[in-house]
T-cell receptor, first 112, second 113 residues
Framework: SQELEQSPQSLIVQEGKNLTINCTSS?????LYWYKQKYGEGLIFLMM?????EEKSHEKITAKLDEKKQQSSLHITASQPSHAGIYLC????????????FGKGTKLTVNP | KAGVTQTPRYLIKTRGQQVTLSCSPI?????VSWYQQTPGQGLQFLFE???????NKGNFPGRFSGRQFSNSRSEMNVSTLELGDSALYLC????????????FGPGTRLTVT
């Protein structure tokens, strides 16, 4: 089973709208990373969260890690077409041989 | 600083062949991780190298192998290619540990026919 569940799988919003993407784990997250990917390209690092309750913001994107360190959310305020892409959460769960596991991604479309 | 570079960007191979992909990390980064990305399975960890030693390995068959050179450049090799190996192969570099902030290359798109 997937260690990291992302929801929704895809999201279509009108420019200017706010949106939230969630990333949930059944295990404690020792480090949670958010990346953005344009189709067929590499991942761009957005933010890293490590402490329960931690919140970080960059421009119009805010990411939070819950107190139990098992769920993270990524919130975009006043979305723009430049925000379109695939958002992936990655995490260090220290559960297996993998150093980082990733969710399957959320495809975001922003219509002008 | 130059980012992570991967060569080649695109590759077409036939079943049974082997392939070698190359990754040059950001200058000063000693950790290089490799990932396979497919629409069905998403992004899956292959292995991580640090100072020329494989430090972590994902759940992939032995046909997938890699190595790292003294200048931190890394190569991964896939032997006896199968159709299911068609994927985007990404490498990522980080200063010390793959658990930290990783910087990804643009990937190599491998198509196996």
């Amino acid at each position: 089973s997937q260690e990291l569940e992302q929801s929704p799988q895809s999201l279509i919003v009108q420019e200017g709208k706010n949106l939230t993407i969630n990333c949930t784990s059944s295990k404690t997250l020792y480090g949670l990373y958010w990346y953005k990917q344009k189709y067929g390209e590499g991942l761009i690092f957005l933010m890293m969260l490590q402490k329960g309750g931690e919140e970080k913001s960059h421009e119009k994107i805010t990411a939070k890690l819950d107190e139990k360190k098992q769920q993270s959310s990524l919130h975009i305020t006043a979305s723009q077409p430049s925000h379109a892409g695939i958002y992936l959460c990655g995490a260090d769960t220290r559960g297996g041989s993998e150093k980082l596991v990733f969710g399957k991604g959320t495809k975001l479309t922003v219509n002008p | 600083k130059a980012g992570v570079t991967q060569t080649p960007r695109y590759l077409i191979k036939t079943r049974g062949q082997q392939v070698t992909l190359s990754c040059s990390p950001i200058s000063g980064h000693r950790s290089v991780s490799w990932y396979q990305q497919t629409p069905g399975q998403g992004l899956q960890f292959l292995f991580e190298y640090f100072s020329e030693t494989q430090r972590n390995k994902g759940n992939f068959p032995g046909r997938f192998s890699g190595r790292q050179f003294s200048n931190s450049r890394s190569e991964m090799n896939v032997s006896t290619l199968e159709l299911g190996d068609s994927a985007l192969y990404l490498c990522a570099s980080s200063l010390v540990s793959a658990g930290g902030e990783q910087y990804f290359g643009p990937g190599t798109r491998l198509t196996v026919t």
